[in-house]
């Protein structure tokens, strides 16, 4: 029984350690070997056109995605002496699995004995007598599973970024100072290493 105990203690504490580090995609270049997965990258494709793509993990929004892309792309305007930037393309990519998992703590009192498990008959009700047999599955006594659909975001857009006063009449034109200004506060920076 106290085996039982450190071992569930045990698992309890890594859970708990592992749900501490598992945080949002923070604002960050998406390189390999950081602490959380994902982030912004850019490819060049004329001297004022790049192609911007934001990548979060499992735990980042649809919107952070969206609007960390916007503001990578407002630093880009600027830095590359840019007054303002025109969205040609862009697109958002949803990735959905589901992972169907026995239940970890779930350990019958029978699973010692290989394959051999117990099969029950019972009378339901309407249904006449019924068997109950754990290899083939049964609402009624089944074993338990943990269902869960993990889902990540990767958004991408194509900009042309220009010099001058922002047309007003074009709803895909950003002022990229603008969009710094705005966003920034909405901004997640990496946590410095100690």
Known sequence: ?????????????????????ATPTPYQPNLKGQGAAGGYSEIRVEPNRFR???AGNSLTTRETVEGYLLFRAAELTVQNG?????????????????????DPFYRPWYGSYGFWRPSWRYY????????????????????RVDVRTIERYEASAEIVMQKGPKPEADP??????AVIDNLRPRVQYPQPKN
């Open 1 to 21: 029984m106290f085996r039982k105990f450190m071992t569930f203690a045990a698992a309890a504490a890594l859970s708990a350690g592992l749900a501490a580090c």
């Open 52 to 54: 911007v793509n934001f």
């Open 82 to 102: 840019y007054d303002w930037f025109t969205v040609v393309d862009r697109d958002t990519d949803k990735q959905s699995r589901t992972y169907v998992e026995p």
């Open 124 to 143: 339901g009700r309407g249904y006449g007598w019924r068997g109950w047999d754990p290899f083939w599955g049964d609402p009624f006594w089944a074993d």
């Open 172 to 177: 895909k034109a950003f002022d990229a100072r």
